[in-house]
């Protein structure tokens, strides 16, 4: 037994004098304590989260025990640099020299861009700068927030087709000052990626007595058509308080409207445009005599006329009544020559002569008489 309390305590040992991972503190080290606008610095940091986003900014008015008071209004967005951070939560970056808003003192402030919120300032003069002193502490109530911040709310039908994205910033405060504060004015920040936030002041009705706490409800709205990764921060008395992540869907309303415009309208310019170049375009002839535009089949009307039949002269002479002798044959009358209803009787192949359907007869008048008894 006692050899292998040995043994444990020897493999227990190392182990718990062993720093836990990630308990360190993040920090960030520079490479000159000042430099002139124009110049640049070597930022280090350890202690950070491994592969994680960072921003450095030289900031103005600040410094490491009270923060930056401005926010990032005081600091120098448009030269800042964002670096990554390794696995093991390392970073060494280059940052160039520029005058802040505010005059100094001054600080390199780094802060993570995504994720849970961490940062560091080191301090830092910028050469040639104004200096003036830091605005004191006001005294009596100061709140602090006590829980973690969280957005509550969800996206409706209307936000996915471009309606500003709204939610409710929820967090709780406590008063760890000596005296009540009535009818705090918070400022609500909101910014897209790397850029500094937009800042709108918004006044929360109620009072929070020296010692107590009390749950803030404030409402955040994007602009319309909002979508990615925005950061809402909170400030309270020109200190920063706290961030809250929030990722916005894409609107794909907006993306199929779009799709089905891009559709729709060429095909309605393309009929439009169609119809008038119809209507312009001049009428051609058609093979058969008609009008270039076929407006249908009409079938023409015939007239189905019977051209009358003349009878033989012999024939119409014979019915007339004469007498005859009983020993006197009765000849019988040639068939009449029929027409096709096609043809007319000038045009008639079977007539011999123009005008006449049956062959003339020599002792026969034109003029087809009656004889009576003689």
């Known amino acids: ?28 080290k520079l490479s000159k304590s000042q430099a002139g606008t124009g110049g640049s610095i070597t930022v280090t940091g350890s202690g950070w989260r491994p592969k994680t986003l960072l921003m450095m900014l030289i900031c103005g008015q600040s410094v490491p025990s009270r923060g930056v008071i401005g926010g990032t209004n005081s600091c120098a967005n448009a030269d800042g640099r964002a670096v990554t951070t390794d696995a093991k939560g390392d970073f060494s970056k280059e940052l160039p020299v520029a005058e802040p808003p505010e005059p100094c003192p001054c600080v390199v402030h780094v802060a993570t861009v995504t994720g849970a919120k961490a940062e560091a300032d080191a301090v830092f003069m910028v050469a040639g700068h104004s200096v003036e002193r830091l605005p004191e502490e006001e005294s009596g109530g100061r709140l602090s927030v006590l829980t973690d911040t969280r957005l ?8 996915s087709f471009g309606a500003p994205p709204s939610r ?4 709780t405060v406590g ?29 929360w009705r109620g009072t929070v007595e020296p010692g107590k706490k009390a749950q803030i409800k404030l409402p955040v709205e994007l602009a319309a058509g909002a979508h990615g990764d925005y950061t809402v921060s909170l400030k309270y008395g020109g200190k920063m308080l706290a961030e809250q992540p929030w990722g916005v869907g894409r609107p794909w309303g907006v993306t199929l409207f779009w799709i089905l415009l891009a559709v729709v309208v060429p095909a309605a310019v393309f009929r439009i445009g169609m119809a008038v170049v119809d209507r312009l375009r001049p009428r051609r002839p058609s093979r058969r005599g008609g009008s270039g535009r076929r407006r249908g089949l009409r079938m023409p009307e015939l007239a189905l006329r019977m051209p009358r039949l003349s009878m033989p002269s012999a024939t119409k002479a014979s019915t007339a009544p004469e007498s005859r002798t009983p020993s006197t044959p009765i000849t019988p009358a040639p068939a009449p020559t029929r027409t096709l209803p096609w043809f007319t009787p000038d045009s008639d192949p079977g007539i011999p002569a123009a005008g006449q359907l049956s062959a003339p007869q020599e002792n026969s008048p034109t003029t087809p008489t009656r004889k009576g008894n003689t």
């Open 1 to 28: 037994m006692t050899v292998l309390a040995a043994v444990l305590a020897l493999l227990v040992l190392p182990l718990s004098g062993a720093p836990a991972v990630g308990a360190e503190k993040p920090s960030v």
């Open 152 to 159: 509550d709310g969800s996206s409706g039908l209307l936000t």
């Open 168 to 171: 409710t910033l929820v967090f």
């Open 175 to 203: 008063n760890v000052g000596t005296a009540a504060v009535k009818d705090p004015v918070f400022q609500v920040g909101t910014s897209h990626g790397v850029f500094a936030p937009t800042w709108e002041e918004q006044q």
